[in-house]
């Protein structure tokens, strides 16, 4: 249900969230930098833009959540120690990108939809209440999203944007042993940052130092999994 952004951002900074994050490949994440916008999966597709695919898109548009933003309040591979499965590429946001002026509503799952049908009610899907999130909302869940909907599936990344985290794998692409998969990722996501004027704009830019569960993660990822993440 609907719930009145600047109240929702004003618990979420009440409950220590520091940035808004979003995930995904490589690939993906070039077409939101070239494009200036991050995109909601429906509104990529329907402009014929470059992503990756994913495996809850038919779910997805069975449910009407195609043309949504969705963004979690925690770093999930920080929190759960392990890569994220939606990619290696890490969007950190501003609080102040669910305050826009012409979406002054926003709506907050209270389960991942991964696993909603489509007989789930709606008041099973999301908060109904600044009273029932108030008293449920937790920064770790990892279901529970704050999401952007009816605004087109599209928001401006500036001024939102204000750091870019990216997973090393530490591997070669499996056809061409000589390229190191995260050089050419790091290569592609700034080509993408420069294509759309997003360089010099205060964006920081970081490589995940990481020795946790990942770390083994990727280097028993099977080579199809590792180029969809990492490949451009």
């Not at 979420?12 to 909601?40: D, I, S």
């Not at 994913?54 to 979690?72: A, E, P, T, V």
């Not at 826009?100 to 909603?116: E, F």
Request: aromatic share 10%.
């Amino acid at each position: 249900m609907e719930l009145p952004s600047k109240e929702v951002v004003a618990l979420m900074r009440e409950k220590g969230v520091e940035y808004l994050y979003h995930a995904n490949t490589v690939r993906t994440a070039c077409t939101f930098f070239r494009t200036g916008h991050l995109l909601a999966r429906g509104s990529a597709h329907e402009r014929e833009l470059d992503q990756t695919s994913q495996s809850s898109d038919r779910l997805d548009r069975k449910l009407g959540i195609w043309y949504d933003l969705f963004f979690d309040s925690c770093d999930i591979h920080e929190r759960s120690s392990s890569y994220n499965k939606y990619g290696p590429v890490l969007l950190c946001f501003d609080l102040e990108i669910l305050e826009q002026d012409w979406a002054p509503t926003i709506w907050v799952t209270k389960d991942n939809p991964i696993r909603w049908t489509a007989t789930t009610p709606s008041n099973e899907r999301w908060f109904n209440s600044m009273d029932e999130l108030s008293s449920q909302y937790d920064r770790f869940a990892f279901r529970q999203h704050a999401v952007l909907r009816n605004v087109g599936g599209s928001v401006r990344i500036l001024p939102y944007l204000k750091k870019i985290v990216i997973d090393n794998p530490k591997r070669q692409r499996p056809n061409a042993p000589s390229i190191d998969m995260f050089s050419e990722a790091v290569g592609a996501l700034n080509n993408a940052l420069r294509a759309g004027k997003l360089h010099g704009s205060g964006i920081s830019f970081h490589s995940r130092p990481c020795t946790c569960g990942c770390v083994q993660g990727y280097r028993d990822m099977p080579n199809e999994l590792l180029i969809k993440g990492f490949g451009s």
